[in-house]
């Protein structure tokens, strides 16, 4: 078993690739915690005691979720929202994956070639990615951990991330909403 | 009307960048828009690192605004300086290595016939002269004896420009220039009567002087490599980086060469072909 | 940019030369109402091109 | 058309009935793509891959592929096919020797684009003086495309890793070629048992909106995605985002070792490991290995066999685990190089253990007993 | 017999060298047996040398390609011993110990006082018999040559059986593409068109293997 934590940076001029490390991703009904393999619902505590104790939490909703590009996203997409609204988090879109010219507006906007640009202006301190294409949320994972201290959080559809600190696999509307309750809850208890 | 998948999620249209916000609202999707609408809707290119004066550069910009459905529309790029362009294009577009631009084109084209039979699905070749005359030459020329059904254009700037000025075989004769420092020894690629020769239904040199005669050569060859065969532009591009002449001289030049016949425009169109844009444009839907 | 396209608003006509002689997208905007053109500075490269082309000299290319 | 039934990849590997023919690794290739659900595929004539793509055509023209023709050169068809998977078909094709070194700027270039496609390739000599005989150094010169590489043993095994292939390179995790490597002739014109799945089943389809990267359609999400982004300059930053992307393609990989356990069985397969001197080889290196460590078997020596079937990934930790207490490791190899023994060293404690060789190359047939000289002298020790 | 045998077939391009180790391969088993084959392509060109092998045995057959050390030899033409167009020189090299050569020749081949001493410390066993010229007789086509070769082998070491052999016949010529290469299926067809049907095809072909018996001879050293 590998020793490797997939922990928040910055982890150096360039941190491995995690699975190179030896970290698998989780089984279904599984997620990880900075490499380690814990039952979904660990996971969503998790996220819900990152997104509550975080200064600058943000969410970075990619092109899956930002477009009415097929049946379904649109419900998503609301959930989605609606769990950073909850949780106080602001959204910065990741609209598409060019090599912007001249550059981005870290502002209003992140790209996963240069995500730290983003990061670093708006002083994030953990973040959400949700409807990134697998590709290019690994790529963006791996610059952020390698350049900024932010705690990374992935919401997947699919099989998750290994380089997300936090990642959910085939993670839908179901486990959106059931974030967005545990987040109202502790609200209301705190 | 636009597509579904050019309307963004409610949830998020608040913190949408406003360039995007402008595309859905304000760009050609959908609407017919040509190149006399320039200046009146936001367009497919936003910005892009080409020099100024630029012709490659506008030539990209009159192409994007001559697509007769761009929201259908996939282009497929090669190496060179307009490969610094494309990913700025709101399409999708793909630019895989230097010149096999055609090939990647036949086999994308093919697929989404398969996986789109009852559409329209705009595949749309824009690679350089060194991409398509030199070293992709022979997959160019394969796809039209296919009978690909692909818009094939070439921005023709004459040289190399990307890697800084080599002669290419679209460079004139005695023209001097890197790797020709004694000029170029044999003639420009008459490539516009192999296009004609090889299938190609449909066959143009424009420049970007005359913008609507552009759109019109770029427009056809999209239409009649819908249901004819392929086609193929020559669009001449001068470089003022490369040639070494003052970015606002880009037009001129290419008006000179027009006026003498150093780069004769022509139009070749199949019979076929003829009466296929006859009843289209005898509809006045284009043009 | 140290340069850009600047409009003489009198001289304009609004015939659009110029917007399809830059090679550069988004930097004129034809203003329907009063059938001139306006330059974005912040994209303009100051190639010239446009003024090459204007048929009344409304355009020149200047400092910021 | 013929009717095809759908059915799960574990079905079709496991629980399918299988029919036994005779036939030749060509043949087997025609089989596995008949029931692999493919939509497209483009050939090009190269010895000795040629039979196998004409067979495909045939196929083709019987209506179990939508669409099929014949490029233009190497680099044509696998541009072609990359075009075709950016398009979100699922592609085959093959090529071997000369013409996959014709083609070699693409592979690199699948793998970045995450493009799943399944190509076969029938090693040949790629030297001059001119050699059209099986040689396996074009392999050593696909190590670090970033592809997966899978090596056939014979027709069975050549089959079943074309269908398997298939799936492998799909998962949305993985989602980068697969390429199926046997040794040509050898295997593609060798007449051998192969047990195949009836014809009237097939796997799955492809699901191009589930790939790590969009879709070249217009049809899912819009506005400047690039397949393939141009990380070149004029981009902030740039340097980082191109080591990120080979990250990932290397992680992709990573990701591919629990389907190949899956569904392969393992990255190796290994007999009598205990035994002092073992063997590994892959390919038709692994044939003459039974041959020649049964041969061992009969004088009274005992050696073991380890059969490398996945080469990229790597299965170092199984190799570094198995070799931990042999006197010897034998690698016998069919090209120049050895570069099997070369991959082995970096990964095994005391790498003077592994005795490079015997080799054979340029077409030449490796005798069993140039192996059991070899497993005899080491056992002898 | 060891328990696994080897078969070289040597020929000339056009011969049928491939198809008649195909046969063998099929009949071996449907009999039952094991067995690989596998041809040795050159630019596998008409009248140019053309190796094929194939190994039959009761058990697992793991090792391919050439084979080096044969335990039969079949020369289907003898401008493969005279001119040699043969991959392996001398013809019988690797040959092991009691092995058998099957020759195609009207005649005995001519062998060096050299070459007939190594046989013997071989003890081989060597035979010939016409085998184009009953091709042409009983078959009438000269590319019936490897079906007269096959009866050869069938007569002289009963490796496999008759039945099987017809069976594998009828697989090959009787339906199915065949596939071994370009030219191989090219020249299949220049053999179809030779018959108004294939069941004359297959008929002749039995009738050229059947006709070798009595024909054969051997040559002692």
């Known amino acids: 078993m590998t020793k490797y934590r997939v922990l928040a940076g910055p982890e150096g001029y360039l941190p491995p690739a995690a699975a190179c490390e030896g970290i698998r991703l989780p089984d279904v009904g599984w997620a990880l915690i900075e490499g380690r393999h814990v039952p979904e619902q660990e996971a969503l505590s998790a996220i819900v005691d990152k997104l509550l104790s975080a200064k600058r939490p943000f969410f970075f909703p990619g092109p899956n979720l930002l477009w009415e590009w097929k049946e379904g996203v649109a419900e998503k997409a609301s959930a989605l929202r609606k769990l950073a609204d909850t949780a106080g988090a602001r959204v910065i879109p990741m609209p598409d994956y060019r090599p912007k010219y001249p550059m981005i507006n870290p502002a209003i906007e992140i790209n996963p070639n240069h995500p730290n640009l983003t990061i670093w202006h708006n002083k994030i301190d953990v973040c959400v990615l949700a409807g990134v294409h697998c590709h290019y949320a690994n790529v963006a994972l791996k610059i952020i951990r390698g350049g900024t201290d932010c705690y990374t959080i992935a919401i997947c559809g699919e099989a998750g991330h290994e380089d997300a600190n936090i990642t959910l696999r085939n993670a839908g509307i179901p486990q959106i909403e059931a974030l967005t309750a545990m987040v109202a809850e502790r609200r209301r208890l705190c | 009307m636009s597509k579904p998948m050019l309307k963004m999620t409610t949830a998020f249209a608040d913190v949408m960048p406003a360039e995007y916000v402008e595309l859905v609202q304000n760009g050609p999707f959908g609407k017919g828009y040509g190149v006399a609408d320039l200046g009146s809707f936001k367009e497919l290119i936003e910005e892009h690192p080409l020099c100024a004066g630029c012709g490659l550069a506008l030539a990209v910009r009159l192409i994007m605004a001559s697509l007769p459905t761009p929201e259908d529309t996939v282009v497929v790029g090669s190496t060179g300086c307009s490969s610094l362009a494309f990913p700025q294009i709101a399409l999708q577009n793909i630019h895989s290595l230097f010149g096999n631009q055609n090939a990647v084109a036949s086999g994308l084209k093919r697929a989404l016939k398969l996986r789109f039979p009852d559409k329209h699905k705009d595949v749309l070749v824009v690679a350089g002269d060194g991409a398509t005359a030199d070293i992709g030459l022979d997959m160019v020329m394969h796809s039209w004896f296919r009978g690909e059904k692909l818009a094939t254009i070439m921005l023709d700037n004459e040289a190399y420009a990307n890697t800084g000025g080599q002669e290419s075989g679209m460079s004139p004769e005695g023209c001097v220039l890197n790797m020709a420092p004694t000029g170029k020894k044999f003639k420009k690629i008459a490539l516009p009567e192999i296009a004609r020769e090889s299938g190609c239904a449909y066959v143009a040199s424009v420049t970007p002087v005359q913008p609507r005669k552009l759109e019109k050569a770029v427009r056809r060859a999209i239409l009649v490599a819908r249901e004819v065969g392929p086609t193929y532009v020559q669009i001449f591009v001068p470089c003022p980086t490369n040639f070494k002449f003052k970015p606002q001289e880009t037009l001129a030049k290419a008006k000179q060469k027009e006026k003498d016949q150093t780069y004769p425009l022509r139009e070749f169109i199949t019979p076929e072909a003829q009466a296929y844009l006859a009843a289209l444009e005898g509809g006045g839907k284009h043009d | ?64 | 058309m013929p009717e095809q039934k759908v059915v799960a990849p574990e079905f079709m590997f496991t629980e399918a009935a299988r029919e036994e023919q005779f036939i030749t690794g060509s043949e087997a290739v025609r089989e596995a793509v008949r029931r692999a659900n493919v939509d497209m595929a483009v050939s090009y004539p190269i010895t000795p891959q040629s039979e196998s793509m004409h067979l495909v055509g045939d196929i083709w023209a019987e209506g179990y592929i939508k669409d099929y023709y014949r490029g233009e050169n190497e680099f044509a068809v696998m541009s072609a096919v990359a075009g075709a998977a950016m398009g979100g078909v699922r592609v085959f094709t093959a090529t071997g020797g000369p013409g996959t070194m014709r083609a070699l700027e693409m592979f690199p270039t699948w793998v970045g684009a995450r493009l799943p496609i399944v190509c076969a390739f029938f090693t040949r000599g790629i030297n001059s003086p001119l050699t059209i005989q099986p040689d396996t150094i074009e392999m050593a010169h696909l190590l670090d495309t970033g592809m997966i590489m899978l090596h056939a043993e014979d027709a069975q095994d050549l089959y079943d890793m074309i269908l398997k292939a298939f799936i492998i390179a799909e998962q949305t995790e993985v989602h980068i070629p697969v390429g199926v490597f046997a040794d040509g002739f050898f295997v593609t014109h060798t007449r051998d048992k192969v047990r195949v799945a009836p014809a009237d089943i097939k796997l799955p389809p492809y699901k191009p909106y589930s790939a790590p990267v969009p879709v070249m359609d217009m049809e899912n999400v819009p506005f400047r995605q690039m397949r393939d982004p141009f990380v070149m300059k004029s981009n902030y930053v740039s340097y980082a985002a191109h080591a990120s992307w080979q990250q990932e393609v290397l992680a992709a990989a990573e990701r591919a070792r629990p389907f190949i356990r899956q569904y392969l069985g393992g990255l190796i397969e290994v007999e009598n490991e205990q035994a002092d001197v073992l063997v590994l080889a892959g390919g038709t290196a692994v044939c003459q290995s039974r041959e020649a460590i049964a041969m061992a078997r009969e004088e009274g020596i005992e050696a073991g066999l380890i059969k490398i079937k996945s080469l990229r990934p790597f299965p170092g930790e199984e190799l570094r685990a198995l070799t931990a207490k042999a006197k010897a490791v034998i690698v016998p190899e069919f090209n120049r190089v050895g570069w099997l023994s070369r991959e082995l060293r970096n990964v095994v404690q005391n790498p003077d253990r592994v005795v490079a060789g015997p080799r054979v190359f340029g077409g030449m047939t490796m005798p069993p007993d140039l192996i059991l000289s070899e497993i005899r002298r080491y056992a002898r020790e | 017999m060891t328990k696994k045998t080897s078969i070289r077939m040597s020929g000339l391009g056009g011969q049928g060298v491939v198809t008649a180790a195909h046969i063998l391969g099929s009949a071996a088993t449907r009999d039952g047996l094991v067995s690989t084959v596998n041809p040795f392509f050159g630019a596998e060109k008409r009248l140019a040398p053309a190796e094929s092998y194939v190994r039959v045995s009761s058990d697992r057959i793991f090792e391919r390609g050439e084979i080096l050390f044969p335990n039969v030899i079949m020369i289907f033409h003898p401008h493969v011993i005279s001119l040699g167009k043969c991959y392996t020189m001398p013809f019988f090299a690797g040959l092991q110990p009691g092995g058998l050569m099957l020759v195609n020749g009207d005649s005995a081949p001519e062998l060096s006082q050299d070459e007939r001493e190594a046989l013997k410390r071989l003890d081989a066993k060597l035979y010939y018999f016409p085998a184009t010229k009953l091709a042409l007789e009983v078959g009438g086509t000269d590319l019936a040559t490897n079906m007269a070769m096959l009866g050869g082998l069938i007569e002289i070491t009963h490796i496999v059986s008759w039945p099987g052999i017809t069976d594998a016949l009828a697989e090959r010529f009787g339906g199915g593409k065949f596939v071994a290469s370009a030219t191989t299926a090219a020249l299949d067809d220049a053999l179809k068109s030779k018959y108004e049907k294939i069941s004359q095809l297959l008929e002749q072909n039995m009738a050229v293997m059947q006709a070798v018996g009595p024909t054969i001879k051997e040559v002692t050293f």
């Open chain 3, 1 to 64: 940019m140290y340069v850009t396209a600047k409009v003489d608003e009198p001289k304009c006509i609004g015939c659009k030369l110029c917007i399809f002689a830059c090679p550069d997208p988004n930097v004129f905007t034809f203003v329907k109402d009063k059938k001139k053109v306006i330059v974005n500075p912040a994209r303009c490269k100051g190639c010239g091109l446009c003024v090459s082309v204007c048929p009344k000299d409304a355009l020149v290319i200047g400092n910021v």
